[in-house]
């Protein structure tokens, strides 16, 4: 039961990591972004690519992996999302859907179909109570943990948190006091992006590398987001970690509905508090 926690928390974390960006993008843009885990993607390829380059390293690949990511994001910005900002959620979502696709294409045609294996980079375990516990995944918490209030930090005491704080509740507020409001989305977005790469960097020695590997994230980030509220920081770091928890008991007594419980859940909470958009 002990590891089956363990795990659960683990998931929750990487959900946290991918989901935030998610939250964020809705919450001040309004926008549907699927491309989000084409950049979870692309990071975890980084993570393969340069890891023989650096003597097999892995903070400093992933710091590496985690930084290429941002220019991408930025061009998928600036030349897509920013022109959908105002726009019906659908041109978000088949715009978005489409740089998924194209994507994923691209990275089959760069490094092929065939599943990557990966092993645990601290290779070490913790022997409590008679359980064994990988170091590794008690670090990813333990990273999760400090992000959670690294960000909270960033968006109570900055300026630019500040702002998109603020955006969140009064877009057009905002932009009355002459505050490029666009620019800060974009920081945004490009740190939400980085952020779902870093992710990916860390669930890649315990999952199966391929390039579709970020669809059903993807699905389960989307109900992370759903259940927490759109654009709320602390409602998407809890459901993070309690849908991982869901998914990690449920699938405990019954594996293949460990993914369907999550949405179960978000089904649930939709039903009794519907998204207003």
Partial sequence: MINTILYGLTIGAILYFISIGLSLTFGTMKIVNFAHAL??????YMLIT?????????IVTALIATAVVIPISYVIERFIIRRLYGES???AIIATYA????????IKWIWGVRPYPMSDPVGE???IGGFTIPVY????????????????????KSIVGKIVVAALEDKDGVRCLGINVDKYFSIVFMLGSALAALGGVLYAPITSLHPYMGFMVLLLSFAVVIVGGMGSLNGTFVSAFALGLVMSLTARYWSQAGET?????????LIIKPIEI
Avoid at 100 to 105: H, M, N, P, S, W
Avoid at 142 to 155: H, K, P, Q, R, Y
């Fill in 39 to 44: 950049v979870y993607t692309i990071g975890v």
């Fill in 50 to 58: 340069f890891l023989p380059l650096v003597k097999g390293n892995f």
């Fill in 89 to 91: 959620l659908d041109y």
């Fill in 99 to 106: 740089v998924l696709l194209i994507g994923v294409d691209v």
């Fill in 125 to 127: 375990s913790l022997s």
């Fill in 137 to 156: 995944r008690v670090l990813i918490v333990v990273v999760a943990v400090l992000l959670f209030g690294a960000l909270n930090f960033f968006f109570r």
């Fill in 261 to 269: 419980m999550v949405f179960i859940v978000m089904a649930i909470v």
